[in-house]
């Protein structure tokens, strides 16, 4: 095992593939010679060169369409969207053409790009520069959705879907990009649509991805001090999203705590809970509850940002409220 | 106008491609409009009935390995492109021998196998698909350009300025080609748009033609200069064609906001048909091609019929592909 940071294991990943597959090309705003916004795809450009590195004007509705385009003609594009918010401008490309494409052309080809696209909070950048809209696209059939939540499995689930044949949406968070943890010795892959289950517990199921994880981990430390076991599985995909772990481990525990850092309305949670509901009815012991945002722009101010963001004691308080422990 | 230096036998054989490549799409989109009126067409089409010598002539310029991104209304394009004629109705008819399996039907027609890479349901889309394929083309240096075909409503999109702006920049081998048939769906298009595609061409530094969209050779001439250009590496090129929409935008459309005396376009057909009498192609000939175009089109039509219908269940199987993992 080895230490790596979040943001290196990403850089790992875009030069591993681009190194094993010469039609693989990573494009979007100041990722060349900037190297990114936040550093993702420095040094890219010295190795691979300008026509495989691709700099964009500030165009994301064609950048993105143009990514389809060139996923339809024989390339494996890598587009890096700068701050999530901005997918707002990629809408028709993704919605309308990429998701669609496999489908609605017949199964003649599909789309094999990659939208790489930080989200999440935790850095004053305000509300168009700090959302998780990760619940919009996993809501249309097409797209896949995927949220890593350490180094490891940012590599493995890049390189899956960098591979994948269909449109991926690889969300980060910014504020793991610096963050370390460990990796094994030679990198995996990790396929996609697969969840992991970070430990063992069987008094109440957590379910989270991306940055969240480390939230449900750190409560769960805390609720063993207490003597509740709880079992914390993240997701890795979020669409397709691995119901037969998250099945097998509420059959287990009778509670479930869902927790990510997206509005909770509507979102990723809400669909959970519902399957389980449907599915899972006869193992449930208690409520689902749900520790995301709440229903609000992400605010500005540094105080109100904390408040908004899920927490430590907010887990901790859902585990107790399904155990009917408040 | 024939090309200079082919000789006048090829000539003559180009002009009879040409021609049987107009009827082709005009009769489909004939027999379209008959069988979406008597209610086995489902869906929305948008029928090209008087812009078809722009797919045409444009299309004569381009190899298989040439790609294409289209609109709404885009039979003429996906014919002229190659898309095979059975596979075409069967989609319309929503088949499951369709070309997309009738999951798409008209406002989705593809075939990738002749770089056809879709009819697009929204205004301005494939903009940003052909100007992604022209990136592919010239990465694999392959010697193939992309062309996107719009219409003068699309000017009005955000798009057109992104793309137009990349492809200058990127130098990518594109040509856009403008079907500007005055409306801008319901509108008039000169009651949308603020600039001419002259000056925009211009302030982005791409080559600008214009050409009569109804007349095949001129098309076809104007889009061999460009796409020669465009395919040496010079960068993206802009060719307007001026045509005029003869049906509604859409099947259907009661087109209460047309104007009693609006001028329509000369028939691409009788252009067409003109220049094959001056070769002393006669009307005999002409009929004769005819017949065998119709007969080609009622095949395909009866073949579509008799196909067993869009399947349900396949269609999940298509949403993703699941990983073996």
Known sequence: MADLRYGAAISQALTDAMAEDPSVIVMGEDIGGAGGSFGITRGLLDKFGPERVIDTPISEAAIAGMAVGAAMSGLKPVLEIMFM???????????????????????????????????????????????????????VPGLKVVCPSGPANAYGLLRSAIADPDPVVFIEHKGLYAKKGPVPDVLTVIPLGQA?????????????????????????????????????????????????????????TGHLVIVHEAVEAFGVGAEIT????????????????????????????????????????????????????? | MPRQGANAGDQLAQLLRHYEQLLTVRRCEERLQRLFAEGEVPGFIHLSIGQEAISVGVMSALSDS??????????????????????????????????????????????????????????????????????????????????????????????????????????????????????????????????????????????????????????????????????????????ECTTSRWRGHFEGDAQKYRPQDEVQGRDPLEVAAAYLAREGVGEQHLSQISARIDAEVEAAIAAARAAPPANYESGFADVYTLSAG
Request: net charge negative; with cysteine.
């Open chain 1, 274 to 326: 519902a399957r389980m509901a449907d599915i899972g009815f006869a193992h449930l012991s208690g409520p689902i509850i749900r520790v995301g945002a709440p229903f609000m722009p992400v605010p500005f101010a540094a105080e109100l940002e904390a408040r908004y963001r899920p927490s430590v004691e907010r887990v901790v308080t859902a585990i107790r409220k399904t155990l009917g422990k408040e």
């Open chain 1, 85 to 139: 918010d901005f997918v707002t401008l990629t809408m028709d490309a993704l919605v309308n053409q990429a998701a669609k494409a496999r489908f609605m052309f017949g199964g003649q080809g599909s789309v094999p790009m990659v939208l790489r696209t930080p989200h999440g909070g935790g850095l004053s950048a305000g509300p168009q520069h700090s959302q998780c809209l990760e619940a919009w696209f996993a809501h």
């Open chain 2, 66 to 239: 040439d790609t294409i991104a289209s609109t709404h209304r885009g039979h003429g394009h996906a014919l002229a492109k190659g898309m095979p004629l059975e596979g075409f109705f069967a989609e319309l008819l929503a088949r499951d021998s369709g070309v997309c399996r009738g999951r798409g039907g008209s406002m989705h027609v593809a075939d990738m196998s002749v770089g056809m890479l879709g009819a697009n349901g929204i205004v301005g889309a494939g903009l940003s698909i052909a100007t992604g394929s022209a990136l592919a083309h010239k990465l694999k240096r392959s010697g193939n350009i992309a062309v996107s075909f719009f219409g003068d409503g699309a000017l009005a999109e955000g798009l057109l300025h992104e793309c137009g702006n990349v492809a200058a920049l990127m130098k990518l081998p594109i040509l856009l080609v403008c079907e500007a048939n005055g409306w801008s769906e319901f509108s008039p298009a000169d009651r949308q748009i603020a600039f001419n595609l002259a000056d925009w061409s211009k302030a982005y530094g791409i080559e600008y033609r214009k050409a009569d969209g109804n007349d095949v050779l001129a098309v076809a001439e104007a889009a061999e200069v460009l796409i020669h250009a465009v395919r040496d590496g010079e960068g993206p090129a802009l060719l």
């Open chain 1, 196 to 252: 992991a289950t970070l430990r063992q517990g069987d008094r109440v199921t957590v379910v989270s991805y991306g940055a969240a994880v480390a939230l449900a981990l750190a409560a769960a430390g805390q609720m063993a001090d207490e003597g509740v076991s709880v079992e914390v599985i993240d997701l890795q995909t979020i669409q397709p999203w691995d119901e037969t772990v998250v099945l097998a481990s509420l059959a287990k």
